[in-house]
């Protein structure tokens, strides 16, 4: 039998081809047009509440604003994702900015790190490229590298239909709240991964985190402040 013939293989890119250097030098304009993100990379630092020189952990880092920012700011950052591409951007980018950013190719299921190697840990919008079964794994990892108290601050597009509402409608005014990413967004719903809040709130606890705080401050926008028991 094949080893591990069972494993999600994380290196195929799900939905939008982040190993597309063409779309990478495009995604921090994209986000922009519906994310505030250094307004979301202050929160994130503000959550994380700690100090420089700490040891930050993010995974699906993309073109890299929130670790540079950490690294900006003090903080040991090391970053994982499973485009090289996008690792290159950041060690570039960060190293324009007169700072360091490490950076692992991997993802949640392969990153491999050190039981309890790291005081917090990050992830924006990357968690939806697993499927559900493979998100429990994803989030053991994450806890598995922090250390015990440590805190996760994840952030995702989370579906919170209300309990007598159709998915369908649901999924339909997502789609309608970014007009001018209608495309993306659809397809978003129809090809990648997204769950629901109860199964997303499920899958943190068992994982081994504490649901501190919770909000959604941009519809489906989900924000996770977790903290590893
Ligand atoms: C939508 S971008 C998000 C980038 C950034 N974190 C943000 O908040 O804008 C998703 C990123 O997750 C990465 N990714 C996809 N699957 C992953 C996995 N299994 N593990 C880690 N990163 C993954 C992609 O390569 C891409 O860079």
Known sequence: MTEKDWLWDEMRQVGTDYADLAEVE???????AFRDIDGENRETLDLLA?????????????????????AAAGMVVTAVDVSAVMLDYVRRKAAEAGTAVATRHAGFLTMGLPDGAFDAAVSGLALHHLPDLWKLAALRNVARALKPGGRFVLRDVVFAPAADEAPEPHFERFAASLPEMRVPAARHVAREFSTYD????????????????????????????????
């Open 198 to 229: 109860w199964i997303m709130e499920g899958l943190l606890r068992r994982a081994g985190f504490d649901i501190v705080s919770q909000g959604v401050p941009v519809e489906s926008l989900a924000v996770y402040l977790c903290r590893k028991r």
């Open 26 to 32: 495009a995604y921090d304009a994209r986000m922009g």
């Open 50 to 70: 700690v100090a420089p020189g700490a040891a930050v952990l993010e995974i699906g880092c993309g073109t890299g604003r929130f670790a540079r920012a950490a």
